[in-house]
């Protein structure tokens, strides 16, 4: 069974998440499966067979259910997750606005992860059983589904190289500007340094293969080195560049996403970066 993080991180109560009025005035139907019928809004508007606020600290599914449900993420975060048989909790994915819940191989068969509300959301629901005709009936849903996979597996790709090849720091590091580039792209126009990070240590350690004091650790050294500032479910960069090379990364955009990438200037010292004094440590 999931264990709720209850020593939250006195995150801030955000905003009710926000349903738009119909698929026209949907923010992030371009990133969803809706990409598809974008000159036919009509299609997923009649498919679809509602939206639902779900609250924080909530399943959306759980492993082994066998949810009648499709979901598209339109407000919030979610925690994508699976519990090994030592009851231990490995987080898969974090999911933002725009994501596509409840899909997989066989659809037929029970959910393989959990999905996890870190905060209260707002979905946008399909129907399971009739969706494999809608994309039958309509290629360019096909075309979708293949992008959206894609992208995924590049997410995982990268999650899978961070968590064996970086060093701890180097991993919290790296987690936490990828959530800052993909929080702060959810916002249209956005250049803030501060996003909604709605995460505990314990999330963050259980993503990551660390343990949460080892993280507890890292986030202090990080912000008495002046990088980044994560506190009250907020999460404030204080210098951007010297922690995308704390983090081994070259270029400033979303893992898995479709920007164009921002290449950073050539690397310069990070403050603490080589003797940072950690070992990486390893469950």
Known sequence: MLQVDRKTIGRKRRLAPKIPNGCLNCTV?????????????????NFKSGDRIVTADTHLYRIGDRPGDLFNLLDGWIALYRILESGKRQILEILLPGAFLGYQASLAEPMLHGAFCLSDVAVCVFPRKSFANLVSQHPALAHALIDISMQ?????????????????????????????????????????????????????ADSLGLTSVYVNRILRHLREKRLVVLRNGMLKILDLEALAQLAELSTLSPVGGDSDPTPLPAATHVPGGAGIGFRAARR
């Open 29 to 45: 139907r371009d990133a969803t499966v809706c990409r598809a019928f974008a000159s036919d809004l009509d299609v997923v508007q």
């Open 152 to 204: 995924a597996t590049v997410r995982a790709h990268d999650q899978l190289t961070n968590v064996g090849g970086r060093v701890g720091t180097a991993r919290v590091a790296h987690m936490l500007l990828d959530l800052f580039l993909r929080a702060r792209k959810s916002i249209p126009g956005a250049q803030t340094n501060t996003v909604e990070l709605p995460v505990t240590q314990e999330l963050i």
